[in-house]
């Protein structure tokens, strides 16, 4: 899946609020466009993330009228809220250090769960390149829509990223992702309209 790359491209000396706002202003369009789909279908959605920490979470706030259809979520940073909170299998946290394609996946279907909504999506992964991820960066996540895995991808960035911009362009990747499922179900809600 191609999505157009960010427009963000910070060094450490332009890191700074300036950055971060610019950051939110080009996410506005699609923020805007989600929030209004998701009030269009009277649908709802939650998070679990680690790796965004608390990112995603961040832009749907930002969304108009987003108590209508954004519900919570959790920030499972560690193995311990990955295993208490969000109910994933403790051997395979500790075998995968929290972060694969299985456990993106159960933390969408839990989160859901557990705060009863339409729409979830997960994420985990790393922000830092660590002995546990070979040096490299990379993140799973998955979008699931009444109970069913709809979408589960890995997202790998370079390994000299920033480690806010890796939790940025994350976030960014995963709302436009985001976005073509809504479209998506909107195309079968008028087809099933129209038959």
Known sequence: MILKHSKIDLTREQLHAKSFIHFIAELQNLLNYIGNHLQNLHQTVSIAESVTAGFLQFSFSQMKDSSYFFKGGLTAYSYDEKINLLNIDREEVIQKDGVSYAIAGQ????????????????????????????????????????GEILLTERLDLHSRTMP??????????????FKLELDKMTDKENERKSS
């Open 164 to 177: 806010l911009k890796a939790q940025m362009y994350y976030s960014e990747f995963i709302l436009g992702c």
């Open 107 to 146: 933390m969408a279907l839990n989160v859901a769960q557990l705060y009863q909504t339409d729409w979830s999506i997960a994420v985990t992964g790393y922000a830092n390149p660590v002995k546990e991820s070979d040096y490299k960066l990379f993140a799973y996540f998955s979008i699931c829509y009444n």
